[in-house]
Every structure is written in C-alpha cells, then in structure tokens.
C-alpha cells in the first residue's frame, strides 16, 4: 500500500487585508437617499458630464488609462494609432474566430470574449506587443547596429522583437503605418528609435510590424507594457466584433467547410 501523502501544515501569514476596495480611478458620490446609486462620477478628479461636453473619445479614454489629460500631441498620435488598429483584418486569426462564432450561431453575446482571447496570443497579438515593448524598452538608446548584430543575425526574433517577417514578407501596413506616425509632433524616441532599426534591418528584408509599431507608440503615450498590451487588445476589438456580427445574420453554409471527399473517418 503507497504511503498516503501529507501536505504542509497551513499557517496563516497574518497579514492584514484591506477593509476596502480602492481605486484612483473612479469616484462616485452616492445619492443622498441611496447609497447605491451614483449621483455623480468623477475620472481622476474630473466631472464626467464636463468630460462629455468639453473633451473627446480620445482624451477620455487617455485619462482612463494614464490617469491625466493627453496633450493635443499626443491625442493626436492616439487617434490616429486608433484607427489604424480599428480592425485586424479577415486574415487575422482573431477574427477568423470571431467570424466563426458568429456563424456558428453562439450567442452574439460571446464573440467579443472569445475572439479577444485570441487577440492575446504571441503570434500577431497582444502578446507580441507586451514582447516588444519589453524589446524597445530596453534597446532604444543603443546603438542599431549592436542590436541588429544581437538579435537578428541567424535568428528568428518576430516574438521577442515584433520586428521581421509575416507570412514570408515584409508587412507593407506596418511600415506605411510607422512612417506616418513618425511625421506627427507626438510621436517620440521609441518609434523614432525602430524607424531606424527598421532601416537597417531592410538589407535583410526584414522591417516593422504591426505589433511593433503599436509597441513604440504606446511607449511613447506613455503606456507601460502591461497596460499596453491590453489597450492593443481593446483597439482591435471594434473589428473583431464587426466582423463577428456580420456572420451571425448569415447561415453556417456561408463559411467555408471540409469537402466531404477530404473527410475521412479512421477505423
């Protein structure tokens, strides 16, 4: 008979919790006759209602993550990332998903979740941006060259980089995209920094891509790569939806499926 396993004793830390949920964020001033519902909200200190009427959709969301007010610079540099990232593309694998939930008739409800997770992964995704800010964070005030030598000779480095190749080519976007970016007066040292990686990295026909790009501009926002990977995910998720919706008004035989001659059942 196996000797029965005996865990550890548990033993309590003694370490106090908090005795309430705080956040910087969000303050709400209770109704008088209702503590439970808001009589008004604030965003860091500024009266929601006055953000309505006298700031955009950029500046808001700005403040909701970085906890201040962009400079008209960098609402600028935002904006225009946020479009550009609006919607991954049908070729994205985020959105075949999001596609395929939606003409697989799952609740609408859910295509948004299960095609975000996908957004999250290494390959083209959220991922990868986390990865490559990491990247640009720690090079940016090094020589190219140095970096091209460490990380590019004889190497795959796409995942940790977010520079190279996809799909066995150059992606034109991402290098349209930086290019862009960089003539704006809020673009700053990071996309400056990878314009010039890129540059010397075209010999080798390898350049941005997406995900770099994005990388360097949430750098210079200001983003860290923990919130900045997870502002990528959101950017994206208007076009994943999009596309998601617009397969769940069409039957299932609107995809494509396995021809029967190729698919075969092992015995």
């Not at 609408?108 to 986390?130: C, D, F």
């Not at 700053?188 to 990388?215: C, F, Q």
Request: charged share 20%.
């Amino acid at each position: 008979m196996s000797e029965e396993f005996k865990h550890e004793q548990v033993r309590s830390r003694n370490e106090p919790f908090a005795q309430k949920t705080a956040s910087q964020i969000w303050h709400e001033t209770p109704a008088v006759d209702n503590p439970y519902i808001a009589a008004s909200s604030h965003c860091y200190g500024y009266d929601l209602h006055e953000l309505m009427h006298k700031r955009s959709y950029v500046d808001v969301i700005f403040l909701l993550f970085r906890g201040e007010l962009p400079s008209a610079a960098q609402a600028e540099l935002l904006q225009q990332l946020m479009i550009a990232l609006i919607n991954p593309g049908p070729r994205h694998a985020a959105t075949r998903a999001a596609m395929n939930v939606g003409v697989g008739k799952t609740d609408p409800l859910h295509i948004l979740p299960i095609a975000t997770a996908v957004y999250a992964g290494e390959y083209s995704g959220a991922k990868e941006v986390e990865m490559s800010m990491t990247f640009i964070e720690a090079n940016c005030e090094r020589d190219v060259a140095v970096v091209v030598q460490e990380n590019f000779i004889d190497t795959d480095a796409v995942e940790r980089t977010g520079f190279g190749v996809r799909h066995g080519g150059i992606e034109l976007r991402a290098v349209q995209l930086a290019q862009q970016l960089q003539q704006l007066d809020g673009a700053g040292n990071a996309l400056a920094w990878g314009n010039r990686l890129a540059a010397a990295l075209t010999p080798m026909k390898k350049n941005w891509l997406i995900t770099s790009v994005a990388a360097a501009v949430l750098l210079d926002l200001g983003f860290s790569t923990r919130v900045g990977a997870s502002f990528f995910q959101l950017l994206g998720a208007p076009g994943l939806l999009a596309h998601g919706l617009e397969m769940a008004g069409k039957p299932i035989l609107a995809m494509p499926f396995v021809s029967d001659e190729n698919y075969i059942v092992e015995r």
